[in-house]
């Protein structure tokens, strides 16, 4: 939908991390369905309990972002039933902006459950966040399979998954748009 801005936050930086392939995807797909969008990364801001160097990037930078968004996709792949901490961390460094916003989640895992555990869990964490998580979520099965093999990331029956999921995130970031603001 025009007019939309719907970042995706890319939840893992992890070296080698192939939920990258699949936030791109979402990313192309947003944009194909004319809302803007931007690659959240949680590599870019060298969050202290990551191992991974980060690339120098304010969390402010976040935070207005987040303040900016009518609604946010998280993209994260399942590490041992959870979310990875690093996901968790950059969403506990905003608060308010997230009131009121849909989200959807994209999980990934290299199994045959596509990380269904994690996204049931994540939903925990965006309820409290006081956002509306929608359905459905969608999970990515086998992803070492489909970056590295000939398989296909996205098969026609959970690309359309992806846009039923994408279409919620709209439906409720338009009617709910500036909803995060008490009324005065
Ligand atoms: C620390 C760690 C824990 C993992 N735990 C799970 C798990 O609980 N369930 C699962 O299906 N796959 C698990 N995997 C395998 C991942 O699904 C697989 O590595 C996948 O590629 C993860 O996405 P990523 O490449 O973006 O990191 C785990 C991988 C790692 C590195």
Redesign the pocket.
């Known amino acids: 939908v025009k007019g939309l801005f719907v970042p995706v936050i890319l939840g893992?930086a992890?070296p080698?991390?192939?939920?990258?392939a699949?936030a791109q995807h979402v990313v192309d797909v947003i944009k194909r369905r004319d809302a803007s969008t931007q690659l959240i990364d949680v590599a870019d801001f060298g969050l202290v309990a990551t191992a991974t160097p980060g690339r120098g990037l304010d969390l402010a930078v976040y935070q207005e972002m987040m303040e900016d968004a009518d609604g946010v996709v998280v993209v994260a792949?399942?590490?041992?039933?959870?979310y990875?901490g690093e996901l968790k961390l950059l969403l506990d460094i905003e608060s308010h902006s997230y009131r009121r916003k849909p989200v959807g989640i994209v999980s990934?895992?290299?199994?045959?459950?596509?990380?269904a555990?994690?996204a049931e869990q994540l939903r925990l964490v965006t309820g409290a966040l006081g956002m509306v998580t929608v359905t459905p979520s969608v999970h990515v099965t086998n992803?070492?399979d489909a970056t590295e093999g000939d398989g296909d990331l996205f098969p026609p029956s959970l690309q359309a998954v992806l846009e039923t999921m994408l279409g919620e995130v709209e439906w409720y970031a338009a009617r709910l748009r500036g909803g995060e603001t008490p009324p005065s």
């Open positions: 893992t992890r080698g991390r192939r939920s990258e699949v792949p399942e590490y041992n039933h959870g990875p990934v895992s290299s199994g045959l459950l596509g990380g555990r994690m992803v070492a």
